[in-house]
Nanobody, 115 residues
Framework: VQLVESGGGLVQPGGSLRLSCAAS????????MSWYRQAPGKERELVAT????????NYADSVKGRFTISRDNAKNTVYLQMNSLKPEDTAVYLC?????????WGQGTQVTVSS
């Protein structure tokens, strides 16, 4: 099983990034997928979740209206489009998969929002 994140980097405040998480080794469409983030000295925070069909999504209040989670089950990939980025969005962003008791984590990708 692998979850491989990509798309992180350094961006100026107000900018955009699109994160991707490529999954392998399990039946992707069965799994709810989420993005978490963890900033230095802070607890891990749930950012967004999408169900297996992609029909339902949920967001943390801190990112509503700015971030969009989506998935392509044909490509076994989940995305996080991040717009209007703020310095407080700086964190390692991690991909998470869950189906019942089966849970997998990616290694994370760094997002830094700074001028």
């Amino acid at each position: 099983v692998q979850l491989v994140e990509s798309g992180g980097g350094l961006v100026q405040p107000g900018g955009s990034l699109r994160l991707s998480c490529a999954a392998s080794g399990f039946t992707f469409s069965y799994y709810g997928m989420s993005w978490y983030r963890q900033a230095p000295g802070k607890e891990r925070e749930l950012v967004a979740t999408i169900v297996g069909t992609g029909r339902t999504t949920n967001y943390a209040d801190s990112v509503k209206g700015r971030f969009t989670i989506s998935r392509d089950n044909a490509k076994n990939t989940v995305y996080l489009q991040m717009n209007s980025l703020k310095p407080e969005d700086t964190a390692v962003y991690l991909c998470y998969a869950r189906w019942g008791v089966n849970v997998y984590w990616g290694q994370g990708t760094q997002v830094t929002v700074s001028s």
